[in-house]
């Protein structure tokens, strides 16, 4: 038969299960139909600005998007008032304080690369972001975290900018190398 | 036998050095985009795209259609080892094959599903090798009105057939094609909802937004969760293999009925993930021994395994003949299509008899060398899981803003990905799906291309889409479609009181 080994992966910052809840998916939900009302009507305003009735050639620029964004609005209004009239449906929580922790660990430090892309170039935020990330949120030792990172750097490097001349932004240190 | 002949020119077409390794390429990079948490078929094609831009777009299409397959084969590795489905056609997978991995009988279980993925793909690419031509020939005479009616059925599918609640499944779509439609009208020339920005001029692009949808977002989704995992190993000897081989042809009514099943989903939109639960639930019920199902059985792994690949590979049907994907998958392959400057849709077949052909003869070499390649491989991907979700998810992230920026070269995007990550965070959450908005997306524009030259055409007369036989059923089924959950409630409270009264108990 087939040999048998445990693959096993620890995970040193999971959340807790009974973390307290931030907020419930009710709530969540009600703030996403307003906010897509909101755009609804704002795109069907443009829409109609720029003309949404029938020119001598058919219909205007604005005539497709606008009853597009009616339908949106409408949707979005008639899910605002079922959620709010049906008050027992999602009261499960949206994400618990622990989840919350952990996602905003990913999307801060994806914040700042694309922040440090546009300074410093892709490979140089892409080095940072990896190794940071490795070190500070895996709990994986530095220099582990440093040479994986320089290594996926610099293969990204040599597969888009060298091999297939899909040029990414860059900063002062590649303009040090000549790049 | 005019198909069999293009497909002899296009293995011609492939058989080159280059395009074998660029599958073989395409295979590896996609069963590890499928072994890895938090990545899946969509999501890999989206964040190994840019890596294609440069290539000829039959080489291109190659290596993004191997990496599909090698996600779709992926993902059996992790349900069955690991008891974590990939993506969500994979979890009918997860009820018979990870019962089988406690057993011990984790290769067995693996080589069913891979064996069985390989049989429900090869009935879905002979349905696409025999029908699209002809679809696509059809296809030919359609005009405008006919094309916005078939987009217009797309759209009605999605909301009548799909799982999600109905408001949701409209929202997703609207806001999929309202986004289509900002920036330059390609029409009147006049700019649409861009409130002055000029980096909204270029409009919002399709890959960017799909690159935030399942990449970002689906990283932030799996930070969420506790990330251990514990596992089984295996590798697939040959005295296995032989004895799974061997036992095959006692299904074949469960295979036969799975690839039916799958392919008939694929084709319909919206229908890819219901095709594995559907062959998984009918193997059960038609089952001497429905009991033993959920316990390790490996007809339950037979079904949905054969059915999901089925249908993964039809979905790529109406995107060759009609323009019109399948699935998430297929339209951001189409999107892909967009990028190397071909429009997909019945003329393909005409103007690029090579690109197409040599597209379907990779689909069958694919996954012949896909097979082999799982089945001998298995040890090496399992052991994928081991490195640390820490060191994979900034590693997906920079591959995602990379994608992200090759496309038209604008930091914007970038900016634009991250925001898009975010929403379909939110959306995945709130249960909006994000299947309806991407297809909204890639085909917004053509579709207003069509209705408004169906209108420029008719005078501005609405009547226009009932105008002749094909395109009046085509928009009356449509609309069958839309209401289909209404009325098929109708008939059913209609048939109850003609039938007579159940038995209770």
């Given at each position: ?179 | 036998m005019e198909a069999f002949s293009l497909l002899v020119h296009g293995f011609a077409v492939l ?110 690419v002979?349905?696409i090798t025999f029908l699209a031509p002809g679809?696509a020939s ?182 060759l ?27 393909l077949f005409v103007e690029h008899k090579d690109f197409v052909w040599g597209l379907i003869a990779s689909m069958y ?141």
């Open positions: 038969m087939s040999s048998e080994t445990e693959i096993a992966v620890e995970d040193p910052t999971a959340p807790a299960e009974d973390s307290p809840p931030v907020t419930s998916t009710r709530v969540v939900e009600i703030a996403v139909y307003l906010v897509l009302a909101a755009l609804a009507l704002l795109l069907a305003f443009d829409n109609w600005r720029t003309g949404m009735g029938w020119a001598s050639d058919g219909p205007q620029a604005g005539y497709f998007p606008f009853y597009l964004s009616i339908i949106l609005a409408g949707a979005s209004l008639y899910g605002l008032g079922r959620t709010i009239l049906n008050s027992s449906e999602g009261r499960e929580a949206f994400v618990t304080r622990d989840q919350l922790r952990r996602v905003m660990q990913v999307f801060v430090p994806t914040f700042l690369f694309c922040l440090f892309t546009q300074w410093l170039g892709l490979y140089v935020a892409s080095f940072l972001l990896i190794a940071g990330f490795m070190w500070m949120v895996g709990r994986i030792a530095l220099w582990k975290s440093l040479l994986t990172s320089f290594v996926f750097s610099m293969i990204m490097f040599v597969t888009f900018d060298i091999a297939f001349d899909v040029i990414m932004p860059k900063g002062p240190l590649e303009a040090l190398f000549g790049h | 058989l080159t050095w280059k395009t074998l390794a660029l599958m073989m390429v395409g295979l590896v990079l996609g069963i590890f985009v499928g072994v890895l948490p938090g990545l899946g078929g969509p999501n890999g094609v989206a964040i190994l795209l840019p890596l294609t831009f440069t290539m000829d777009p039959t080489s291109a299409i190659v290596m993004l259609s191997c990496i599909y397959w090698g996600a779709l084969f992926g993902g059996a590795i992790t349900s069955i080892l690991f008891n974590i489905p990939g993506e969500a056609w994979s979890v009918a997978t997860t009820f018979d094959g990870y019962p089988m991995a406690q057993q011990g009988r984790a290769a067995e279980a693996l080589t069913a599903a891979f064996t069985s993925s390989f049989i429900g793909s090869l009935f879905a002979l349905l679809i059809f296809a030919l005479q359609f005009g405008p009105p006919e094309f916005f009616a078939v987009y217009l059925l797309t759209f009605c599918s999605f909301v009548g057939l799909g799982r999600e609640a109905k408001h949701k499944t409209i929202i997703s779509m609207a806001l999929g094609l309202l986004l289509a439609g900002v920036g330059m009208d390609t029409v009147s020339g006049q700019l649409r909802m861009t409130f002055g920005f000029s980096d909204l001029l270029r409009g919002i692009n399709f890959l960017v937004a799909v690159i935030g949808l399942f990449g970002i977002s689906e990283i932030l989704l799996t930070m969420e969760e506790r990330l251990a995992l514990r596992g089984h190993s295996a590798r697939i000897s040959l005295h296995v293999l032989w004895n799974v081989w061997k036992d095959l042809p006692r299904y074949w009514v469960t295979l036969l009925r799975s690839s039916a099943i799958g392919a008939w989903l694929g084709i319909t939109p919206g229908g890819a993930i219901a095709a594995s639960f559907m062959g998984y639930n009918l193997a059960k019920r038609f089952s001497k021994d429905p009991e033993s199902f959920g316990k390790g059985r490996i007809e339950g792994v037979f079904a949905p395994e054969t059915a999901a690949h089925a249908s993964g590979t039809a979905a790529l049907l109406p995107m003949a009609l323009g019109i994907p399948g699935s998430g998958t297929a339209a951001i392959l189409l999107g892909g299509l967009m990028v190397w400057g071909l429009n997909p849709g019945p003329l070499l694919g996954n012949i060398v896909g097979l082999v390649m799982v089945l001998t491989t298995v040890p090496v991907f399992a052991a994928v899981l081991r490195v640390p979700f820490a060191a994979i998810a900034p590693m997906i992230v920079v591959s995602c803003a990379i994608g992200a920026y090759a496309i038209q070269n604008a930091m914007f995007d970038i900016w634009l990905m991250l925001l898009f990550g975010v929403v379909g965070y939110i959306f995945k959450k709130v249960g909006i799906p994000l299947a309806p908005f991407t297809l909204a997306l890639v085909l917004g524009s053509r579709a207003e291309d069509a209705f408004r030259l169906a209108m420029i055409g008719s005078g501005g007369d609405l009547r226009v889409f009932w105008s002749n036989g094909l395109v009046g059923s085509i928009t009356t089924l449509a609309f069958i479609l839309l209401f289909w959950p209404v009325i098929s409630k109708a008939f059913g409270r209609v048939s109850e009181l003609l039938q007579p009264a159940k038995r209770t108990g």
